[in-house]
């Protein structure tokens, strides 16, 4: 059957555009006021549309707040990824772009970074989905670190560095560490270096 317009835009069209219009929604009431501030009457209510435009898109409030997590995570991974590939393969530069990729993200858009990292720890559905999502970073990481030891020690080094620089974003954002953004970025990057480099040693 054909897809029906209304004023010219197709309904497919106008329903992707309410479902982009929730997920913003629940991005932002996550990232700013937490996970408990998502259901579906508050989202409907500052998305300005009925519960029915909101079940035509999910389920429930469980799937909408998945769905903005997982957004959010496919755009770090993807800020990491072109930040990687457009760089220069020297080590520094290549570290130095993606903490500055990373924090672009995570910093600069503050309540993407809290969804991200901080909200997990508050939300059983996030924190079992974060546990899930973990293994595409440190493959990302695991990437590129020197070939060099076994495959277990890589994965390892990996786990340490993408937790560690979590760790630190997160205080960063809860308010813990209380540093100059530039002192957290080259600090970040020095870690980064340093388990590049001593990987790149392998095991002695």
């Given at each position: 059957?054909?897809?029906?317009?209304?004023?010219?835009?197709?309904?497919?069209?106008?329903?992707?555009?309410?479902?982009?219009?929730?997920?913003?929604?629940?991005?932002?009431?996550?990232?700013?006021?937490?996970?408990?501030?998502?259901?579906?009457?508050?989202?409907?209510?500052?998305?300005?549309?009925?519960?029915?435009?909101?079940?035509?898109s999910f389920v429930g409030r469980d799937g909408l707040l998945l769905a903005a997590f997982e957004r959010v995570a496919d755009e770090a991974?993807?800020?990491?990824?072109?930040?990687?590939?457009?760089?220069?393969?020297?080590?520094?530069?290549?570290?130095?772009?993606?903490?500055?990729?990373?924090?672009?993200?995570?910093?600069?858009?503050?309540?993407?970074?809290?969804?991200?990292?901080?909200?997990?720890?508050?939300?059983?559905?996030?924190?079992?989905?974060?546990?899930?999502?973990?293994?595409?970073?440190?493959?990302?990481?695991?990437?590129?670190?020197?070939?060099?030891?076994?495959?277990?020690?890589?994965?390892?080094?990996?786990?340490?560095?993408?937790?560690?620089?979590?760790?630190?974003?997160?205080?960063?954002?809860?308010?813990?560490?209380?540093?100059?953004?530039?002192?957290?970025?080259?600090?970040?990057?020095?870690?980064?270096?340093?388990?590049?480099?001593?990987?790149?040693?392998?095991?002695?």
């Amino acid at each position: 059957m054909a897809d029906r317009s209304w004023g010219g835009t197709k309904l497919a069209d106008r329903r992707a555009a309410r479902r982009t219009i929730l997920l913003d929604t629940a991005e932002r009431l996550a990232g700013e006021e937490g996970c408990a501030a998502v259901t579906v009457r508050s989202v409907c209510r500052q998305a300005r549309l009925t519960d029915r435009y909101f079940y035509e898109s999910f389920v429930g409030r469980d799937g909408l707040l998945l769905a903005a997590f997982e957004r959010v995570a496919d755009e770090a991974r993807r800020a990491l990824e072109e930040a990687v590939a457009l760089s220069d393969p020297q080590p520094e530069v290549r570290a130095r772009a993606a903490v500055a990729a990373f924090v672009a993200l995570v910093l600069d858009a503050p309540h993407k970074g809290r969804l991200l990292l901080l909200e997990p720890f508050a939300d059983p559905v996030l924190g079992a989905h974060s546990h899930r999502l973990m293994p595409v970073f440190t493959d990302l990481v695991g990437g590129q670190l020197a070939a060099t030891g076994d495959d277990i020690d890589r994965r390892m080094a990996a786990h340490a560095l993408v937790g560690g620089l979590a760790s630190l974003f997160a205080g960063w954002l809860h308010g813990a560490l209380d540093v100059p953004r530039e002192r957290l970025e080259a600090h970040c990057v020095e870690l980064v270096l340093a388990a590049t480099s001593s990987h790149g040693q392998g095991r002695r």
